[in-house]
């Protein structure tokens, strides 16, 4: 499916799952390298930056959102040219399905100035996605906040999955964001190169908008750290609470059964359990051993 946005002398081409048709369509409308063509029929694994003759061409993969997507990664296209951009994805990324809605609307009423060349609604693109990742972010900085409150209200076993799944997904989003330090490097080569110096700022400023992305990714990570050691800690006392009573528990009785055992004995005369009063009397005793060791226990601060 291909979506055109014109914005004066500027065009943005929009591919979602391109067949072979769309992608012969714009190789030969603006000049597309067929090994470049070939490659936006299928993702790509591995994220990277070239430069060509008439074009620049990156690979980027973005973490999907968790809480409106099944994937864990998404991949989109990038082919900027002077007055064009291509863009290639293979399903619904949400911060571009905004930003086309925002971009349409722009053209519509002619109200934004997006610069003399297709580099600039690439910045603007790319600060999108990035401020999408920014929310997942702020998403998952709203589950560790409510696991810390859960943890200090006494769930530390409940919120055992709770921290692996988030665990889980700040992985999925530092491995999906961290190869964009070397392609953005390249590309801010490669766009002085091609657009000029004048552009330099706008590239330097893509590179400050991921490390502070992944400055966020890297401060929830260790919070997330803190926390699961915190509740590690909180679980293993409260283990340790419960092995104490149980251990406290095993040796008052203990006594109390060998007493008990001593006067089950079947022997043909036992003291005390011969006298009128036998049964009362062992009961009292076992009682008071009971007491005595109880006593014992909590002046040595056991309970």
């Known amino acids: 499916m291909m979506h055109r946005y014109p914005h004066g002398p500027l065009v943005?081409?929009?591919?979602?799952?391109?067949?072979h048709d769309d992608v012969r369509l714009i190789m030969d409308e603006f000049g597309i390298d067929p090994t470049v063509a070939e490659e936006l029929l299928l993702p790509t694994p591995k994220p990277r930056a070239e430069l060509h003759e008439h074009y620049l061409y990156?690979?980027?993969?973005?973490?999907?959102?968790?809480?409106?997507?099944?994937t864990t990664v998404q991949e989109v296209d990038f082919v900027i040219g002077e007055k064009f951009i291509i863009t290639t994805r293979y399903e619904l990324v949400d911060p571009l399905h905004k930003f086309s809605k925002i971009f349409e609307v722009n053209s519509v009423?002619?109200?934004?100035?997006?610069?003399?060349?297709?580099?600039?609604?690439?910045y603007y693109m790319l600060r999108k996605l990035y401020k999408s990742v920014e929310h997942e972010v702020a998403y998952i900085g709203d589950m560790l906040d409510d696991v810390e409150t859960q943890i200090f209200e006494g769930r530390e076993r409940e919120m055992v999955a709770t921290l692996s799944q988030v665990g889980r997904n700040l992985l999925n989003l530092r491995q999906s964001i961290e190869p964009h330090r070397d392609v953005l490097r390249q590309f801010e080569s490669d766009a002085e190169t091609f657009f000029g110096s004048t552009y330099r700022l706008s590239a330097r400023n893509l590179i400050n908008e991921y490390y502070r992305v992944h400055g966020l990714i890297q401060r929830h990570s260790e919070s997330l750290k803190e926390l699961r050691e915190t509740n590690n800690s909180l679980l293993t006392t409260k283990q340790n609470e419960i092995m104490k009573v149980l251990t406290i528990m095993a040796f008052v009785t203990f006594p109390l059964t060998l007493i008990t055992g001593i006067f089950g004995m079947n022997t043909v005369q036992t003291p005390i359990a011969d006298s009128p009063y036998g049964f009362w009397m062992i009961i009292a005793g076992m009682g008071v051993t009971g007491i005595l060791m109880f006593l014992y226990f909590k002046r040595k601060h056991w309970l």
Do not use: M, Q, V
């Open 12 to 19: 943005w081409i929009d591919l979602e799952s391109p067949t």
């Open 58 to 70: 990156l690979i980027l993969h973005f973490p999907a959102l968790k809480h409106t997507h099944n």
């Open 109 to 122: 009423l002619d109200k934004s100035n997006l610069g003399d060349h297709a580099g600039y609604i690439f």
